[in-house]
């Protein structure tokens, strides 16, 4: 089945820095990858998504980037801000017999200090 | 709308005691799931749903059942309660299956003592 690996586990960074999170994926029939951030005490969020059949997603200071040949992509946060500190998920989802699993990363802690 | 509404919150239970989670969600959604948060393991799928009157094992199913007897609902249930089943149950809600967002609730944390 598909196996997620999520790097780093916590990222510690000061406001207005980038933070990039890595996820690696083992199934190269994933075809759709979400990245969730999580608050204290709430459940996780879409903060954004790509499909296979792109390489790279930008929404304002977040942006995604895909590379299917390597089987990684990750998440970049620029001018990061304090409430952006969070727990963040990347997550795959296969096709073929298992079409529609989303097999989640461990999570990164995100602390971004003033 | 409400989204995603899980109760209780919060429970205590003894071991051998058994419980229900309650989920209601007001989206519409045919796809329903129930998943388990542990520290280190991120998001484990226990039991999931394609549609009204239909459930089906995902990745942790051992001690926990499912029903999904309205569109809207679905109910996690813990027949005789382990120290293992201490987590926080997260449900989440979905109009296609793995590739359109899932729609979280706030969780319950159960610990089991």
């Known amino acids: 089945g598909e196996n997620v690996e999520q790097h780093p586990s916590t990222l510690s960074v000061q406001e207005g820095d980038s933070a990039v999170i890595k996820c690696t994926y083992s199934?190269?029939?994933?075809?759709?990858f979400p990245w969730y951030k999580q608050e204290l005490g709430k459940g996780p969020q879409l903060i954004i998504d790509?499909?296979?059949?792109?390489g790279e997603k930008k929404d304002q200071r977040i942006a995604v980037t895909l590379n299917k040949t390597a089987k990684h992509f990750s998440l970049h946060i620029t001018e990061t801000q304090p409430e952006d500190s969070a727990v963040y998920f990347c997550?795959?989802?296969?096709?073929?017999?298992?079409?529609?699993?989303?097999?989640f990363g461990q999570g990164t802690i995100l602390t971004v200090h003033p | 709308n409400a989204g995603v509404t899980q109760t209780p919150k919060f429970r205590v239970l003894k071991t051998g005691q058994s419980m229900t989670l309650l989920c209601a969600q007001d989206?519409?959604?045919?796809?329903m799931y129930w998943y388990r948060q542990d520290p280190g393991m991120g998001l484990r799928l226990i039991h999931y749903?394609?549609?009204?009157?239909?459930?089906a094992k995902g990745e942790v199913p051992d001690g926990y059942n499912v029903s999904r007897l309205k569109k809207q609902n679905f109910l996690l249930g813990l027949e005789s309660a382990a120290p293992s089943q201490t987590s926080v149950y997260f449900c989440?809600?979905?109009?296609?299956?793995?590739?359109?967002?899932?729609?979280f609730g706030n969780g319950t944390r159960l610990t089991v003592t």
């Open positions: 790509i499909r296979s059949n792109v």
């Open positions: 997550a795959a989802t296969t096709g073929g017999t298992s079409y529609g699993k989303l097999t």
């Open positions: 199934d190269s029939a994933s075809n759709y």
């Open positions: 749903s394609v549609g009204e009157g239909t459930t």
């Open positions: 989206m519409n959604h045919e796809y």
């Open positions: 989440a809600s979905s109009w296609d299956r793995g590739r359109s967002p899932l729609h």
